[in-house]
């Protein structure tokens, strides 16, 4: 019997105490973005990606990738202060790009 064991728990405890962030301004407030790209954002893209390879995610995945990415909170008052779909998409394509450089074809860009 093989007796490898992994504390996930505590693994990922430790990776949240270390992670860095991005700043972002945005209405004269500086917000910090978790480094990394919850999973659950990948699970929407991917089934976005399976309804047909030339159709872009409806303005709904649009906003629930963007509130996985961003806060909820945070997409909640941007919105309520006037934020387009566009600006909105905007800052979600910067936030990808800077942590995902190697798949969106950028260098990245440490804040």
């Known amino acids: 019997m093989n007796n490898k064991y992994k504390d996930f728990d505590a693994f990922f405890k430790t990776q949240e105490e270390t992670k860095e962030y991005l700043t972002i301004k945005l209405f004269d407030t500086e917000y910090q973005i978790k480094s990394t790209l919850p999973a ?18 409806s303005e709904t995945d ?3 990738i ?5 806060g909820e909170s ?26 995902m450089p190697s798949q969106t074809g950028n ?3 440490k804040l």
């Open 66 to 70: 963007a509130m996985g990415i961003l």
């Open 74 to 99: 945070n997409v909640a008052e941007w919105c309520d202060k006037g934020m387009t779909l566009e600006q909105l998409s905007e800052i979600v394509n910067w936030v990808t790009e800077q942590l």
């Open 62 to 64: 649009q906003m629930e």
């Open 107 to 109: 260098e990245g860009k």
């Open 40 to 57: 659950n954002v990948f699970l929407k893209l991917y089934r976005s990606s399976k309804k047909g390879e030339d159709i872009k995610a």
